[in-house]
C-alpha cells in the first residue's frame, strides 16, 4: 500500500522516481478493479508469483484502484477506460501498454515485447 501512495504523490507532482531511470529499471502500473473478473483471474494466475520473476525485478509492480486512478491521473493519455490495464513506465514516460487479460502465457508473452528478458 506504501508503494502506491508513494508512486501516486510521485506522478502527481511530476517527479520521476530516480532508481527507476538510473537503472534502466520500469515500473508496471497495474490498474486493477476489485469487482474485475479478469483482474481476479490475474490475480490468481499471476498476481501471485509476478514478484519471483524476473520482470518483476526489471519492472517493479504498483497497483492502483481505477477509481483513484480516474480521479488523480486525469492527464494520462490514452485514458484508462477498463481493468485490468498494465502501464509500463520507463521515469516519466509510457513505454508500452496491455489492456485486458487472457491468461498467463498471453499476459507474459506480450509483456516480453516490451522488457528484454
Known sequence: MVKIILFAVLLLIGSPINASEENGLFRLIYVFSNQCVFCKAWERDVGRLYGDTEYA????????????????????????????????????????????????????????????H
Open 57 to 116: 525485478k526489471k519492472a517493479p509492480l504498483f497497483k492502483i484502484d481505477i477509481s483513484f486512478f480516474s480521479k488523480h491521473f486525469i492527464d494520462v493519455t490514452p485514458k484508462v477506460s477498463g481493468t485490468p490495464t498494465f502501464i509500463l513506465m520507463s521515469g516519466n514516460h509510457e513505454v508500452g501498454r496491455i489492456v485486458g487479460y487472457q491468461n498467463r502465457d498471453m499476459f507474459f508473452w506480450a509483456l516480453s515485447e516490451y522488457i528484454p
